[in-house]
């Protein structure tokens, strides 16, 4: 089973809203990363926090890191048409892959 | 500062053929992973290597996957034998050598097709 659990798996709203997604996991980490994907492309790295940080911004992202509870949300402000992509969680443990959730598809509608 | 080449983008293969997936990864980068991801779904880790090195295949099926990264040149992930359930989008990513398991830099993948 997938290490990471994103939650919802899919989500619609209106431009100018902000979109929160949710990202559990079940064993101990270095760090969780979150990624997006375009349509039929490949992943892009959005945002790294490690395992002692708690919160972390980059731009219109904010991600926050609950270790007790195993889980990780994302949430994008002021959301635009063109964030429309699937987002997806990674976490990095004492290996050295990382593990992907399902994925939550974000659908932004102009 | 080309990203991580993969190639073909696309490649249609008749059940019992093989299929040979190149990824060139990014000027710097030493460590070379393949994922895997049906529509729809997560991606899911095949193999995880190092120049003429597998560090961890953990993910790769027992047989009719290989996978290897010569000292020179792409490295090939070889899937012998193909059958439909192995039609997906194959990705493969680069990272530097001191962070691994950290940032990883993404092909545009491997769409198999096998009919």
């Known amino acids: 089973s997938q290490q990471g659990e994103e939650d919802p798996q899919a989500l619609s709203i209106q431009e100018g809203e902000n979109a929160t997604m949710n990202c559990s996991y079940k064993?101990?980490?270095?760090?969780l990363q979150w990624y997006r994907q375009n349509s039929g492309r490949g992943l892009v790295h959005l945002i790294l926090?490690?395992?002692?940080?708690r919160e972390k911004h980059s731009g219109r992202l904010r991600v926050t890191l609950d270790t007790s509870k195993k889980s990780s949300s994302l949430l994008i402000t002021a959301s635009r048409a063109a964030d429309t992509a699937s987002y997806f969680c990674?976490?990095?443990?004492?290996?050295?892959?990382?593990?992907f959730g399902g994925g939550t598809r974000l659908m932004v509608k102009p | 500062n080309a990203g991580v080449m993969q190639n073909p983008r696309h490649l249609v293969r008749r059940r019992g053929q093989e299929a040979r997936l190149r990824c060139s990864p990014m000027k710097g980068h030493s460590h070379v992973y393949w994922y895997r991801q049906l529509p729809e779904e997560g991606l899911k880790f095949m193999v995880y290597l190092q120049k003429e090195n597998i560090i961890d295949e953990s993910g790769m099926p027992k047989e009719r996957f290989s996978a290897e990264f010569p000292k020179e040149g792409p490295s090939i992930l070889r899937i012998q034998q193909v059958v439909r359930g192995d039609s997906a989008a194959y990705f493969c990513a680069s990272s530097r050598p001191n962070e691994s398991g950290e940032k990883l830099f993404f092909g545009s993948g491997t769409q198999l097709s096998v009919l």
């Open positions: 064993t101990s980490i270095n760090n």
């Open positions: 926090i490690r395992s002692n940080e």
């Open positions: 990674a976490t990095g443990g004492a290996g050295n892959m990382l593990t």
